[in-house]
């Protein structure tokens, strides 16, 4: 409490184990005679921790207790001194009553209440006096005991300020909290005791024992062993029952989520086969459409010869005479325009082909030196040679793009002009003479559909300087055709048919062929001119074939021996382009994989099924056991027809040997353990 006029505080407190009085027994403070600078004296608080004499601390769970003062009914109040304590004032009256008379030795204490308002008389001069009201603020809540001490001449005992004080209330963050005792488990400490025998107490002569609290005991019904034994096995069954229910529950739940799940993976799988399938013919139609490969021209030929031999077959079948004839001379001439028209996509799709590979030619010719570390990262290394690839990459982009203004083109040709320089001979001379009448025919602002020749000669030269290695180190190792003559007659063939000497690499050689007959080129001709053959789809299954082939790591070779004629023919005669188990004839979805995964793959080794097929075939460890009989003959029958026909080449006759002994060491080890 304070008394804004006066600048005092007056502290009370109540339930905090010491009462406080007034004053004086009448409610008002009785002064003394002191300087007036100092402060007014104060009613005594129970939380003052000094006296002039020593102190005994207490701890809090003493209780508290009433001063002496307070104790024996005396009230003092007058004026101290700064630097004096509540502590060294003196009681000025006493009162005695019976009990302090009786209990000299120990102190009585008193109920008391305090009022809500006391009335308090303060000296303010020397002979003048003023009495203050001073209003008593009663707490709200029981302040706790938190210790104090106990002056051990007196026995009067002081409490902490902080049981007479207001408690700091905490800032409320928003956030509910909880003390440690609601979040950890309360711990207690029981006696335990073994059970003592005991006797009961009974009514007899001369003792009676109340019978209010006995209760009355009945037997029930009597039951054998076999009765209670039928009631727990009875109990037993009723459990088994629900349980077996439960499970069977459970076990009905799982099969029906089990289904879900595989008639959801089974559509999922169907739906993604045929948006599969829709992408593969329409990136056919696309390369029909817009052929710009090898493969894509070949399927187009393809097509045209199946579209004649419908055409023929129908006219064969529904005309004769002189309008059968007249109708094959038109299919004739139809067939005509239509090969020249694919003529004519050929002819542009080999100039932007060559564009490409000339473009990555280039690009081979500035990548920088890779090798792979021990931590598998890739270490890239530019040499003086890749700078140089680089620098001629970028000027021939320069040169080749059109449809920049006249300076850029001037600054490009003059680029060129002083990097071709830096060698002086008859090529070089040629490309400067060039590049100055380009310039100079620019200046006399020609037309750039008049310069398109000379460009063109431009770009021609500038690339034959770049494929020489005195002027493009880099390209010495990427060209086909040695500089060194002597080298081209050991490993060049000379083809019949185009009149052509070749590398090795340009003669595809059959497994079954004892020369080396005519080059790709000249068999691509006249397959175009003929049969008109598609072999993309037999391409694909030997390449997959080969890469199976390889994750083995056993060291296959036959596999690389065969060539796409050999595998046309192992497809077509002795499996009938259909696959073992399923009949599936679409080429796409099928594969050749091993029959005995043990071995490795061989013409008389193999089985050609669907990729979903040949995962499980795969997977199989006895091939007895789950193939049936006349299965397994007739896929041995298919291995004996491809003996026959791979054992005329002789290349292949010595794996023939090797694995007819493999097999003969197999059924022996077979017998012996019989």
């Known amino acids: 409490m304070e008394d804004a006029s006066d600048g005092f505080e007056v502290a009370t407190s109540e339930g905090s184990g010491a009462e406080q009085s007034p004053a004086s027994s009448q409610g008002k403070a009785v002064g003394e005679a002191g300087d007036p600078a100092e402060k007014p004296l104060l009613p005594e608080p129970a939380g003052t921790a000094q006296s002039e004499e020593g102190w005994d601390q207490q701890s809090p769970s003493q209780n508290s207790v009433l001063p002496d003062n307070i104790a024996n009914g005396t009230e003092t109040a007058s004026m101290i001194e700064d630097n004096e304590t509540l502590g060294k004032t003196n009681s000025d009256e006493t009162v005695q009553s019976e009990n302090q008379e009786r209990f000299p030795g120990e102190v009585i204490q008193k109920d008391y209440h305090m009022p809500d308002v006391i009335t308090v008389r303060i000296q303010t001069g020397s002979n003048s006096f003023q009495e203050v009201a001073v209003k008593v603020e009663r707490p709200t809540y029981n302040k706790p005991f938190l210790g104090g001490f106990r002056n051990m001449s007196t026995g009067v005992e002081f409490h902490n300020a902080g049981s007479q004080t207001k408690p700091k209330k905490r800032p409320d963050k928003g956030i509910q909290l909880f003390c440690r005792e609601t979040q950890t488990v309360v711990e207690k400490n029981t006696q335990q005791q073994t059970r003592n025998t005991t006797s009961t107490q009974m009514t007899k002569i001369g003792l009676y024992v109340s019978n209010m609290t006995d209760k009355l005991i009945t037997p029930g019904k009597y039951f054998t062993a076999e009765e209670y034994h039928k009631r727990r096995l009875e109990a037993v069954i009723v459990l088994q029952k629900y349980f077996r229910r439960w499970h069977a529950v459970n076990l009905v739940q799982n099969l029906k989520e089990q289904k879900r799940s595989r008639l959801a993976r089974e559509a999922q799988e169907e739906l993604q086969k045929k948006r599969e399938k829709e992408e593969k013919l329409r990136r056919e139609y696309e ?103 680089k620098e001629l990459l970028e000027i021939y982009r320069s040169i080749n793009t059109r449809g920049i203004p006249k300076d850029e083109r001037t600054s490009v040709l003059l680029t060129l002009k002083w990097t071709v320089k830096e060698h002086e001979c008859k090529l070089t001379q040629e490309i400067v003479a060039l590049i100055d009448r380009e310039i100079d025919l620019m200046s006399r602002e020609v037309k750039e559909c008049n310069l398109e020749g000379l460009r063109k000669r431009i770009c021609t030269l500038f690339l034959q300087y770049i494929k020489i290695p005195e002027f493009n180190p880099q390209v010495a190792g990427l060209i086909k055709v040695p500089q060194d003559p002597l080298k081209l007659y050991k490993n060049v063939y000379f083809c019949h048919s185009c009149e052509k000497y070749l590398a090795p690499t340009e003669f595809p050689i059959p497994a079954n062929s004892h020369t080396i007959g005519r080059c790709r080129s000249c068999y691509q001709l006249d397959n175009e001119a003929r049969q008109r053959e598609a072999y993309f789809k037999y391409r694909l299954i030997l390449e997959n074939l080969r890469k199976s082939e390889v994750d083995y790591q056993d060291d296959s070779k036959i596999v690389f021996l065969v060539q796409l004629p050999d595998m046309q023919y192992l497809i077509e005669n002795i499996w009938n382009c259909q696959s073992a188990l399923s009949a599936c004839s679409d080429l796409y979805d099928l594969v050749m994989v091993r029959w005995d995964k043990q071995h490795e793959w061989s013409p008389w080794n193999t089985i050609l099924l669907t990729k979903e097929e040949a995962d499980a075939h795969l997977k199989l460890c006895n091939l007895q056991k789950t193939y049936e009989a006349p299965f397994i003959y007739r896929i041995e029958q298919k291995h004996i027809r491809a003996k026959n026909y791979f054992a005329q080449i002789p290349v292949m006759s010595s794996f023939l040997h090797r694995s007819s002994n493999q097999s003969n060491a197999n059924s022996c080890k077979k017998n012996i353990v019989l």
């Open 287 to 389: 390369k029909k459409l817009n052929p710009k490969t090898k493969e894509d021209f070949e399927l187009l030929y393809h097509d045209l010869e199946l579209w004649m031999q419908e055409e023929t077959e129908r006219i064969n079948r529904t005309l004769t005479g002189a309008k059968r004839k007249a109708a094959l001379c038109a299919l004739l001439e139809e067939e005509t325009q239509l090969i020249a028209c694919i003529g004519m996509h050929k002819l542009n799709a080999n100039v932007e082909n060559q564009q490409k590979a000339i473009l990555h030619f280039l690009v081979k010719c500035a990548q920088p030196r890779r090798w792979k570390a021990f931590d598998g990262k890739i270490t890239e290394m530019d040499t003086q040679n890749s700078l140089r690839g």
